[in-house]
């Protein structure tokens, strides 16, 4: 098998790695550049100094042939963590931190074997860089990040009812304006009636006329009205099933991914507009919980379980709580409680 030093000489270039290891190999060196000074200073603290020293004579007795550890070697960091109490019972690692190190730990396992296909080692560089934001490493999670591949961009949004019905009536409205100077002749009321006859066509239409986007705009139609804060949505059991997606004011599946507020790719959830957030178990959360984060993430297949509470805020000002009912691997499927309130528009 080969060693982890070995692998780190991959990772740097020294040699290709094989297959279509090359992105999680780099990847996971600089998740090792994280740990390594993380790891190091909660371990001395619970444990002295030598505490390095001290694993790898406990590893030599058992193993019956000489270890010795280095802070260069990243699945050992990982397995610390998730071994440690001092990283779960203590609370040292901000939820989820024990469970994405043990992702990454079977990660790190499959280097030497198998292979990844593009979608996983995109997700595999996803719970990288959150890794690395839980420890405080910004910076290295900015670098990991700028490898994931850019997903296809999302369809243009349409205009919704609401927008295509003011459209109608302004130009009827800007119409009779232009009349008013022009007495009521003949034609003048020919060409107010046609407007007139053209804009119930339009309303009608618009009844039988299918959209597949939804109402995604709390600021537009009959949300207009409502204050900051109020709550929009409230809806149980939505079940996005794998390639598809939700309107968050809607509350409906939709076939495809990349579209809507959220969509449910590859076993792992994401936000159109880049901001979801794991809450944490305790508390019941609100609408300023979801509302005041700042530092967001990817909700990965691991971390999916039931009881699990997720914010999702869009661009649009939407603003959404989404409580993991329950979640299942084959075929894949993911069922939520969804609440939605206004929120403030996003920059």
């Known amino acids: 098998m080969r060693t982890w030093w070995a692998r780190q000489r991959y990772a740097a270039g020294m040699t290709p790695v094989p297959g279509n290891h090359q992105r999680v190999a780099d990847g996971l060196a600089l998740v090792g550049k994280g740990l390594a000074p993380y790891v190091d200073k909660q371990m001395r603290a619970r444990h002295g100094p030598q505490w390095l020293a001290a694993r790898s004579k406990e590893d030599t007795a058992r193993r019956g042939e000489l270890v010795e550890h280095s802070l260069d070697d990243t699945p050992l960091m990982l397995r610390i963590i998730t071994e440690d109490p001092v990283f779960g019972e203590q609370k040292v690692l901000p939820q989820p931190g024990v469970r994405v190190a043990g992702i990454l730990l ?5 280097l030497d074997g198998g292979s990844f296909t593009p979608a996983e080692e ?18 290295l999670a900015g670098e990991v990040h700028e490898m994931i591949k850019p997903p296809p961009p999302p369809l243009p949004r349409r205009r919704n009812n609401a927008q295509l019905v003011r459209r109608a009536v302004l130009g009827k409205k800007a119409a009779e304006a232009a009349e008013k100077g022009g007495g009521k002749s003949g034609s003048s009321q020919i060409r107010l009636t046609t407007l007139v006859v053209g804009a119930l066509v339009v309303l009608v239409a618009l009844q039988f006329i299918s959209d597949d986007s939804s109402p995604d705009d709390p600021y537009e139609g009959k949300w207009a009205e409502r204050k900051v804060g109020d709550q929009l949505v409230s809806k149980k059991d939505v079940a996005l099933s794998d390639g598809k997606h939700v309107v968050l004011l809607e509350g409906k599946p939709h076939d495809g991914s990349f579209k809507g507020d959220v969509y449910f790719t590859a076993g792992a959830l994401y936000a159109t507009d880049k901001r979801l957030a794991i ?13 005041g984060i700042k530092d967001w993430l990817t909700v990965a297949e691991d971390e999916l379980e039931k009881g699990r509470r997720i914010c999702v805020v869009t661009d649009r000002g939407a603003v959404a709580l989404l409580t993991v009912q329950s979640v299942r691997a084959k075929p894949r499927k993911v069922t939520f409680d ?4 206004k929120g403030e528009r996003q920059d």
């Open 106 to 110: 079977r990660v790190a396992g499959r």
């Open 338 to 341: 969804l609440r939605v309130w």
């Open 122 to 139: 995109d997700h595999a560089l996803r719970t990288m860089a959150q890794m690395l934001r839980l420890i405080g490493a910004r910076k």
């Open 279 to 291: 809450l944490p178990d305790d508390g019941k959360p609100g609408f300023g919980d979801c509302a």
